[in-house]
């Protein structure tokens, strides 16, 4: 299983020599096992992905959440203009209106020009609570995570090779250290024992503090939560837009001179391919 980071960005995407490095488009994972691909999350990074590879009719986008981050590279994303094409939409379900709704309201006047009901591809759209699901051969895990509006984290399984995604997560509900109980502990279940966990780390400590509940994580409480769930291997992702390459080095640098893991811990960088 090979996970490709399309897009590492959080909250808009940015365009300057500053970021270049660690990369300015927003969410977007493509996971490949042979012929089966998945996209997690829609942002600008989905415009990335090499379309060459997605000979199937069918295609398969699985969104964590409705933010404009996550989704804001869809309308552009070429497939969904296409006749031929099958796009499976998952989403978290939410007790107001349907995935579909919800979606519309992105993809139509006067936010984008086109409506939904117009794509010209075939649309189906997957409500998602806390489940479990196969596309293909993989085996996707979904549970609802701390993070405003409806947010799902997803597990995916092949074979023997795990990986679990939550990009905007906050695993501490009001404080800053995580709970001991684990069923206090957002995305544990997801996380436990995965192979490579790329979990939400925008902030460091000192500006985590003053945004308590606000849905995402520090570089501290991503280390603290992959060492709680014992995951193998953690990419720190969701980089802020105002954070440059040089001032995510010295983030990065600070902690890690503070901190001592018995797992590899990395910066998610822009078109970066990990073989599990």
Not at 1 to 7: A, D, E, T
Not at 31 to 45: C, H, M, S
Not at 98 to 125: G, T
Not at 231 to 249: G, T, Y
């Amino acid at each position: 299983m090979k996970v490709i980071l399309q897009g590492t960005r959080g909250s808009y995407p940015t365009s300057n020599k500053e970021n270049e490095y660690y990369g300015g488009n927003t969410s977007c994972i493509e996971v490949i096992n042979g012929e089966e691909r998945l996209i997690l999350d829609a942002g600008t990074g989905i415009l990335n992905v090499n379309l060459e590879n997605y000979k199937a009719e069918r295609i398969d986008i699985l969104l964590t959440h409705l933010h404009m981050d996550h989704i804001q590279g869809l309308g552009f994303f070429k497939p969904l203009f296409n006749p031929q094409k099958v796009i499976h939409i998952w989403g978290p379900s939410s007790t107001e209106n349907s995935l579909y709704e919800r979606m519309n309201r992105y993809l139509s006047p006067p936010l984008f020009p086109v409506a939904l009901r117009d794509i010209p591809s075939k649309l189906e759209f997957h409500e998602i609570t806390k489940s479990s699901f196969k596309i293909g051969k993989f085996k996707i895990k979904a549970e609802f995570i701390s993070h405003p509006g409806p947010t799902v984290g997803y597990r995916i399984q092949n074979g023997t090779s795990s990986f679990t995604y939550l990009p905007d997560h906050e695993p501490m509900i009001g404080g800053i250290e995580l709970y001991d109980d684990i069923d206090w502990v957002s995305g544990f279940n997801l996380a436990a024992e995965t192979d490579l966990l790329i979990h939400d780390a925008q902030y460091t400590a000192a500006e985590y503090s003053s945004k308590i509940g606000w849905g995402h994580s520090s570089m501290h409480s991503a280390a603290e939560f992959s060492k709680k769930t014992k995951a193998k291997r953690l990419i720190m992702f969701h980089h802020d837009p105002i954070h440059s390459d040089e001032i995510k080095n010295q983030m990065f640098n600070d902690f890690m001179s503070n901190h001592n893991y018995n797992f590899d811990i990395e910066l998610a960088v822009q078109g970066k391919e990990i073989e599990l």
